[in-house]
């Protein structure tokens, strides 16, 4: 497998502000996506980082609220923008098609967000 | 649509096994995995099985597929303490890539 780093870990926001979420991998990879896994829930999937092209949402997220990039195989940003306590969740970026086992998708550690 | 349940609870004493059920209904899923979430961390893939395979042993894990019934379960021969994490079952929905998770079982050990 590989090493999934993501920064911040944690982060306090206020209501209205945005945040952008880092996932970087050390090994490039195919995909890359963006969870999102409220308190006390399972995980949900935001969208599809696509590398050199806009990101592939899923129903009832979208790109204005959640903007992501994918610059490059290895590195990808989730923003959450205009917050609300409703956005208080752990945001998780996990990433599939490493050589060898190319489906199995393999998470970061994910940042717990809370919004005031 | 794609629809992944687990039972929420379960508890049992270090040394016993340990079983945890998962239904789901999208009957064309290619893999099914099982991850484990331990507080405050993220997932960590414990195992995964093909659709086309009955069961799969790891060590002290073996996963069982019924794919008649869309019933996949986990087996965790000789629970330790460590092992009391949350426990997420997860299929590939529609769309290869797209990963469909469960609602999450809580394993809780007691010595």
């Known amino acids: 497998s590989a090493v999934i780093s993501q920064k911040p870990s944690r982060d306090i926001c206020q209501r209205g502000t945005s945040l952008t979420i880092q996932c970087q991998v050390d090994?490039?990879?195919?995909?890359m996506f963006w969870y999102r896994q409220q308190p006390g829930q399972s995980l949900t999937l935001i969208a599809t980082a696509n590398q050199g092209s806009e990101a592939t949402y899923e129903s009832g997220f979208v790109i204005d609220k959640f903007p992501i990039s994918r610059p490059n195989l290895t590195f990808s940003t989730l923003t959450v923008s205009n917050m609300s306590p409703e956005d208080s969740s752990i945001y998780l970026c996990?990433?599939?098609?490493?050589?060898?086992?190319?489906?199995?998708?393999?998470f970061g550690p994910g940042t717990r967000l809370t919004v005031l | 649509g794609e629809d992944v349940e687990q039972s929420l609870f379960l508890s049992v004493r270090e040394g016993d096994s340990s079983v945890i059920n998962c239904t789901y209904t999208?009957?064309?899923?290619?893999?099914l995995y099982w991850y484990k979430q331990e507080p405050g961390a993220g997932l960590q893939l414990l195992t995964y099985i093909f659709s086309n395979m009955d069961m799969k042993q790891d060590q002290r894990l073996t996963v069982l597929l019924n794919k008649k019934d869309k019933h996949l379960s986990l087996r965790i021969a000789d629970t330790q303490t460590g092992d009391s994490a949350i426990y997420f079952c997860?299929?590939?929905?529609?769309?290869?890539?797209?990963?469909?998770f469960g609602t999450g079982t809580r394993l809780l050990v007691s010595p």
């Open positions: 997860a299929e590939t929905g529609t769309g290869f890539q797209k990963l469909v």
């Open positions: 090994s490039q990879v195919t995909m």
């Open positions: 996990s990433v599939s098609g490493l050589a060898g086992v190319t489906d199995t998708q393999y």
């Open positions: 999208d009957s064309s899923s290619t893999y």
